[in-house]
């Protein structure tokens, strides 16, 4: 499968002709067959907004799991509350994606607070309950202990039910380790879990390489913009055409093409 817009329609597509449900980690059950598909959010918001567009206008609903801690977008700044609200709107949810690296483990229950206030952040940015959690590259400890998250009212997507009874497929470090398309044709699995990172999909098929250095190039510039909006006069002591020239001088340095 590619990593484009259309190739992602097409699988929600497949998804709705075998009869799959879109549903969320609660409604689920009242479906005898079911997909709930799940998106983390692990640099790029925008990239979110415009996925979770593609699926309102086909008509689906799904779960994006933001981070609290992310150094590279904020949750709590007007653009990206509104992003967050505007996605909630379409009648999508928004859960937490947990970063376990951002805290020391003092002891086993060390995540219960952490856990517990980035959820309440959480909710002030989106203006709604927050009731799913997700792991951000989880250790094997956390994997494996089935975290019991505001007494069961929230839900932890790497719970044992979403793994062992539901078949979960995932395009980590964009790659499907299995034929996902396949899998949906063939209707082996009533019930589907399925982990798509928006970060990965644009409108043609790009290169990993390209994905990636597209982004950083990108961050170069939304930094400009915000030195700008924080700068007096910032043109004056550094044109965003001076970064242009920093890029090929760099490139040119370094031997690898641009940044
Ligand atoms: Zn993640």
New binding site residues.
Partial sequence: MKFTYDAYKNMILRLKEHGYIFSNYFDYRIYDKSVIMRH???NDLGKALKLSGIEHEMGVTSTY?V?ATSNFYNIFSKKNRDILRFICDMGHSVGL?F?ETQYSKVDENWWQEAVDREIYLLEQCVGREVTSV????PSKDTLNSDWDIRSGKVVNSYGKEFFENHKYLSDSRRNWKEDVLGIIEKEQYNRLHILV?PFWYNETEETTKDVLATFCKGQIYQCYDELDRNTRNLSELLMKQELLVWEKVNGEDNGRGTV
């Fill in positions: 983390d959010v692990d799991f981070l994606h970063d997700s792991m951000h590259r990172h």
